[in-house]
């Protein structure tokens, strides 16, 4: 009876050993069919265009990872990807005037009541510097492209000279009051130093706007960007579902596109359930399918 009883349960024990293993996904078969999923991604994103070639001026990397009761895990860094969320900020405002520069005379120290017209323009000099740094780490193009460096150019050296007059008329005025010039010579010197400082402003107030006008359209265009490439990497997930047919039903295949988000360091995350999958080997599904259907979020 003892010996009955214990092959009886040795006998269950071995079935539920066979169920389980049958269950269970084969992990060396689920890795290579990643691997060759991979490989298809990488391939379909490849640009087909010169377009897209100056864009995208470096291989997309994409690496994949098999999680037990999870799926299939693609994390994929797009080219430019951490100059894409830079764009997305709005820049800096320009900084305030300054009420006044300084200066010695007879070892004495002087207020005039002016800004110093050649710390601003290293101010925006170095926005402008940063905004051209990150047009040319993108890629940026578009349809006006030349005509945005003749742009940028013209706002560039206009607030070169007005910087440069501007300081010229700062030295007058300082020097006029060392000289104790007439009234008379006073105020025409102030309201030269005056009318240099408003073409300053003019002119650093449109070197900003055309850097941030420029920074807003290379956001626009990153943004289309990114779409497409979403829109590319789940089309080909669709078509070559079937080398995910090795996963559990309740497993998914995620795409993580690296600082891809709206925000800064966000990522564009999708989860693809097993069963959309499945409608896509079915041939009932075809592009945009899984865009319509699939969860996405910014993480």
Excluded at 16 to 27: G, H, T
Excluded at 42 to 71: C, F
Excluded at 239 to 250: G, I, P, W
Aim: proline share 3%.
């Amino acid at each position: 009876m003892k010996t009955t009883l214990t092959a009886t349960v040795l006998s269950a024990a071995l079935l539920s050993a066979a169920a389980q293993s049958a269950s269970a996904p084969d992990y060396q078969a689920v890795q290579k069919d990643m691997a060759i999923l991979q490989n298809i991604l990488t391939t379909a994103s490849q640009p087909e265009s010169k377009d897209k070639r100056r864009w995208m001026h470096r291989d997309m990397d994409i690496r994949s990872v098999y999680l037990a009761n999870q799926g299939m895990v693609f994390t994929i860094e797009l080219p430019g990807a951490h100059w894409g969320s830079y764009l997305i900020a709005p820049m800096a405002p320009l900084p305030p005037m300054p009420s006044s520069f300084s200066f010695q005379f007879d070892g004495e120290d002087h207020e005039v009541p002016m800004p110093d017209a050649e710390e601003l323009e290293e101010t925006v000099a170095e926005a402008m510097e940063a905004a051209a740094e990150v047009a040319h780490e993108f890629g940026y193009q578009s349809r006006g492209d030349e005509k945005w460096r003749a742009e940028l150019s013209e706002v560039r050296e206009a607030l070169r000279k007005s910087a440069k007059d501007y300081r010229e008329y700062q030295r007058r005025f300082a020097e006029g009051n060392r000289n104790k010039v007439s009234e008379k010579e006073k105020q025409k010197l102030q309201e030269q130093l005056n009318q240099a400082k408003t073409t300053f402003e003019q002119s650093r107030k449109a070197y900003h706007e055309k850097a941030e006008k420029m920074r807003a359209e290379s956001a626009k265009q990153w943004q289309e960007k990114i779409t497409e490439m979403e829109s590319t990497l789940l089309n080909a997930l669709c078509a070559y579902a079937s080398s995910t047919r090795r996963l559990s039903n309740n497993e998914n295949v995620s795409l993580i596109l690296q600082n891809a988000g709206q925000g800064e360091n966000k990522h564009r995350v999708w989860v693809v359930s097993k069963s959309l999958l499945d409608q896509c080997v079915s041939k009932i599904q075809d592009n945009g399918f899984l865009r319509k259907s699939a969860i996405s979020y910014e993480s």
